[in-house]
């Protein structure tokens, strides 16, 4: 059974910074694509930023490139996120999922696997 664990959300400041965690179990972390989601209240689930097997590529969001970093420890199974120069704008429950294959992807489609999600609440 696949399961993905987030961990490191909260309140923060605009300007603080977060790093989420999301740890992985029951199938092999390193071959599959990871990606990050968000969800803010009233909102679809968007997409934030993706990362592919080796961490060798990846993918942002225009709305957060050149704040956050999507990174992955396949020995640790464990992927993170590292949100910088948070804005009010980025409060949302963020999801970390498992791709089917092992490249980037965008959509949430092309996820099978998905965490419960973390809080992220950035005051003005």
């Known amino acids: 059974q696949v399961q993905l664990v987030e961990s490191g959300g909260g309140l923060v400041q605009a300007g603080g910074s977060l790093r989420l965690s999301c740890a992985a179990s029951?199938?092999?972390?390193?071959?599959?694509?990871m990606g990050w989601f968000r969800q803010a209240p009233g909102k679809e689930r968007e997409f934030v930023a993706t990362?592919?097997?080796?961490?060798?590529?990846?993918t942002y969001a225009d709305a957060v490139k050149g704040r956050f970093t999507i990174s992955r420890d396949n020995v640790k199974n464990t992927l993170y996120l590292q949100m910088n120069s948070l804005k009010p704008e980025d409060t949302a429950i963020y999801y970390c999922?498992?791709?089917?294959?092992?490249?980037?992807?965008?959509?949430?489609?092309?996820?099978?696997?998905w965490g419960q999600g973390t809080q992220v609440t950035v005051s003005s």
């Open positions: 999922a498992s791709a089917a294959g092992y490249g980037v992807g965008l959509a949430p489609g092309e996820y099978n696997y």
């Open positions: 029951g199938r092999t972390f390193s071959s599959y694509g």
């Open positions: 990362i592919n097997w080796n961490g060798g590529r990846t």
